[in-house]
């Protein structure tokens, strides 16, 4: 069967240390592994970044305090690194889930208005 796989299943660590949470899947046609934090402040699931195939992408609100990179094809690697924990800040549960990515190509002109 095809699944996600990520590791560790439990860290405890303090302010100021080092953090990385490893992630890999099985399915053949996916291409991409999204990371998610969900504090206990807030359940809700908030986007952290994702890879697609090798190239990574960090949201605005995570940018600089989280970074993800590695490889998001089947059987291999992508990573999450959080190098200096805020404390209770970044104390939440960390998801990762692996997808297809989606592409899309938006024509910059659709029509014009004539004058």
């Not at 439990?10 to 996916?30: F, M, R, W």
Request: proline share 7%; net charge positive.
């Amino acid at each position: 069967t095809d699944k996600v796989h990520q590791t560790p299943t439990a860290i405890l660590k303090g302010p100021e240390d080092k953090v990385q949470l490893n992630c890999s899947h099985t399915v053949p046609s996916y291409n991409m592994i999204l990371w998610y934090q969900q504090s206990a402040q807030n359940t809700a699931l908030k986007l952290i970044g994702y890879v697609r195939n090798t190239s990574p992408t960090v949201e605005d609100s995570f940018k600089g305090r989280f970074n993800v990179s590695g490889d998001a094809a089947p059987n291999k690697m992508a990573y999450l690194h959080i190098p200096k924990l805020r404390g209770a800040e970044d104390s939440a549960v960390y998801f990762c889930a692996a997808s297809k990515a989606q592409c899309f190509t938006i024509p910059s002109l659709l029509y014009k208005n004539p004058l």
